[in-house]
């Protein structure tokens, strides 16, 4: 499973668009990017998930360049309530084990008024 | 839809004592279940996962144990708690992938 990096946390205001990056420089040709959003005092959601180029859902956008190095979780116009902590995970969803599965510490984003 | 249920929410124990927590599925048969660990401030341990009844597999040597009774239940447990065992644990379930995982609303345990 590929090794991913984020920021340990990031600030930001109410109505700004938020841009997470995640490294992932050993990502593997089968492998898809997946981010999940955690609250305090609940387990992780599901946010997005996608292989390249852009996916948009309901939620966030996520972008990824042709390298697939790196990927980018974007929030649109942030609320206090898109305080959380996201992380950022990478692996074949084809075959992968569920033992590979690593959720790192995430970054702690936090919106102020 | 699906539903996860763990119960309970919350949980304060003694060392030494016993230790069952539950997590039951809803609206979905033959899923994956996992549960986790999480200390304060801190990332997700996977701690087992199942991929059918019976079929457990440890991720971490613990006092903990886990089993698998029925499709949709997954058992968390422990025959004397120490204080190392206080954290949040999660339940989580998936179908297509275990990247995509579904989570319960989680037990705070405290071992006094």
């Known amino acids: 499973l590929a090794k991913t990096t984020q920021p340990i946390s990031m600030d930001s205001y109410e109505g700004q668009e938020v841009n997470i990056t995640c490294s992932h420089n050993?990502?593997?040709?089968?492998?898809?990017i997946t981010w999940y959003q955690q609250f305090p005092s609940q387990g992780p959601r599901f946010i997005i998930q996608?292989?390249?180029t852009k996916v948009t859902n309901e939620v966030a956008s996520l972008f990824i360049p042709a390298d697939r190095k790196s990927s980018t979780l974007s929030l649109p116009r942030v609320s206090l309530s898109d305080t959380a902590v996201y992380y950022c995970?990478?692996?074949?969803?084809?075959?992968?084990?569920?033992?590979?599965?690593?959720f790192g510490s995430g970054t702690r984003l936090s919106i102020r008024p | 839809s699906q539903t996860i249920h763990q119960w309970p929410a919350t949980l304060v124990q003694p060392v030494g004592s016993p230790l069952s927590l539950e997590c039951t599925v809803e609206g979905t048969s033959n899923p994956n279940l996992y549960w986790y660990r999480q200390a304060a401030g801190r990332g997700l341990q996977l701690l087992f996962y199942s991929v059918g009844i019976g079929q457990i597999s440890s991720e971490v040597p613990q006092n903990l144990s886990a089993s698998r009774p029925q499709d949709r239940q997954f058992i968390l447990s422990s025959k004397k708690l120490l204080l190392s065992d206080s954290g949040f644990y999660l339940c989580a379930w998936s179908i297509r992938d275990p990247e995509t995982q579904y989570f319960g609303p989680g037990t705070r345990l405290l071992v006094l």
């Open positions: 996608g292989y390249k």
């Open positions: 995970l990478v692996g074949d969803v084809s075959r992968s084990s569920a033992s590979k599965i690593i």
């Open positions: 050993n990502i593997a040709t089968n492998d898809y």
